[in-house]
């Protein structure tokens, strides 16, 4: 028994990771996708070395005259979560405005973690599906093989 395919008209698919965001849109029908590029949000990674200025910070114990480092946190971790973050509030505008009825994500696992908390409510009822993969550095006619077929 075959499945239903997943790209339908006019219904947006979001490719993205860390790093890159790609929003397109099936012009096409079920049976012969054409996905169109909408729109792409990119973040340049900067060397952790020019992401913090200085070493980890120090705190004093309040009793003695012991220190300690206080770990900052990976650098590329939050700007990751904060590019995801954009990401999220682009397509938040984007129902918000209309155009989005229909939408499939697709990201590594670990981005769609770090996406799904700053999806709003509005967007989270769009969410036809989620696909686990990482489908940003590969052409449109792969993506649209990829999530047509189950």
Same mark, same amino acid.
Not at 59 to 79: K, L
């Given at each position: 028994?075959?499945? %239903? ?9 979001? &490719?993205?990771? =860390? ?8 012009? =096409? ?5 054409? !996905?169109?590029?909408?729109? &792409?949000?990119? +973040?340049?990674? #900067? ?7 200085? =070493?980890? *910070?120090?705190?004093? @114990?309040?009793?003695? @005259?012991?220190? @300690?480092?206080?770990?900052? *946190? ?5 700007? %990751? ?5 954009? &990401? ?7 129902? *918000? #405005?209309? +155009?989005? +009825? +229909? !939408? ?7 981005? !769609? *973690? ?13 969410? @036809? ?12 006619? %792969?993506? %649209? ?6």
């Amino acid at each position: 028994m075959k499945s %239903e395919p997943r790209l339908l008209r006019e219904m947006w698919v979001l &490719v993205c990771d =860390g790093r890159k965001a790609l929003f397109l849109q099936n012009a =096409g029908d079920h049976l012969y996708p054409k !996905l169109e590029t909408r729109e &792409v949000l990119e +973040h340049s990674v #900067e060397r952790s070395s020019a992401m913090s200025s200085d =070493g980890p *910070g120090r705190t004093h @114990s309040s009793v003695g @005259s012991g220190s @300690s480092a206080v770990d900052q *946190g990976d650098p590329h971790d939050h700007a %990751e979560r904060e590019f995801l973050r954009s &990401v999220a509030a682009r397509l938040d505008a984007l129902v *918000g #405005e209309k +155009h989005i +009825h +229909h !939408l499939i994500i697709a990201a590594p696992a670990r981005a !769609l *973690g770090m996406l799904r908390p700053f999806l709003s409510p509005s967007v989270q009822h769009v969410v @036809s599906d989620e696909v686990a993969h990482d489908y940003v550095k590969s052409p449109l006619y %792969e993506i %649209e093989r990829h999530l047509n077929t189950n």
